[in-house]
């Protein structure tokens, strides 16, 4: 590439909207300081996989973005709009947060689903009751969700029915029927026996081919090459290394992310 088509690159690349900006980002639980000034930004369609080892702040890192955790300290700025926060971190605006939520869909570990209801009643369940969608156009909407994951003809089944796999695909959907600006995914397979991790990492990758905004934290480090156009490496709470998927996977240029990949091979 010439420098004026890397120039004019560069510059698409900026003209994209901001979707998620983090910055200097601490958290502390007790004595414990998890997080120690982290930064990043994700654009709109960016897919940013977070990759290290257990105890790095990954997944702390996330639930302060969506504020499931409070940060102790930072700023968070989502689609532009600057989350409010107190001194000690803690939201000042509740109802402010709870907007920004239903732009900030997460997929968990552990599937979340609420077992007493079916999949379409999952589905439903947040457009209906939170955001008041009109209850036929949620039906409408759940129906093409789970067609769109695989689940189709799965609407009446509850949760304790399914498989691992199809309960995270059914999480997917859930999230998807808030339409949300931006999806966080925290080790959406770690839960998962591992011949049920292609189907969930198949639907992920297909959001991504769709410009999806995506937080992805990951210990599947191939999907996350081939699926990711940013990777950062947490390391004890600090982002050690960030970059191109090629960048960071192909040369590495910190030791430990060296081990850390050299671990995980």
């Known amino acids: 590439m010439d420098t004026a088509a890397a120039a004019s690159s ?22 414990l300081e998890v997080l120690k000034g982290v930064s990043l930004t994700a654009r709109q369609g960016d897919v940013v996989a977070i990759i290290g080892g257990s105890g790095s702040g990954k997944s702390t890192m996330l639930r302060c973005i969506n504020f499931l955790e409070t940060p102790s300290s930072g700023k968070i700025v989502i689609g532009g709009e600057d ?20 732009k900030l869909a997460m997929v968990f570990q552990q599937f979340n689903l609420w077992t007493h209801r079916t999949l379409l009643e999952n589905v439903i369940e947040v457009p209906v009751h939170v955001l008041k969608v009109p209850k036929a156009e949620a039906i409408a909407r759940a129906h093409e969700l789970l067609n769109r994951v695989g689940l189709g003809g799965k609407e009446d089944t509850y949760p ?60 599947e480090m191939k999907f996350a090459r ?10 004890q709470g600090r982002i050690e290394e960030q970059g191109p998927p090629a960048e960071v996977f192909g040369n590495p240029q910190s030791e430990r992310l060296k081990q850390f990949l050299s671990s995980v091979a």
């Open 226 to 235: 081939e699926v990711a156009n940013h990777v950062v490496y947490l390391y």
């Open 83 to 102: 989350v409010a926060m107190r001194g000690d971190g803690t939201p000042a605006n509740q109802k402010q947060i709870e907007r920004i939520r239903t």
């Open 10 to 31: 560069a510059l698409e690349i900026d003209a994209r909207r901001e979707a998620i900006r983090v910055e200097d980002l601490h958290k502390s639980f007790g004595n």
């Open 160 to 219: 304790a029915y399914l498989s691992g796999g199809q309960q995270q695909r059914a999480a997917i959907a859930r999230a998807l029927a808030v339409d949300p600006s931006a999806m966080l995914f925290d080790e959406p397979t770690s839960a998962l026996d591992p011949e049920l991790v292609g189907e969930v990492l198949t639907v992920i990758r297909d959001l991504a081919a769709e410009g999806r905004t995506m937080l992805l934290v990951t210990h």
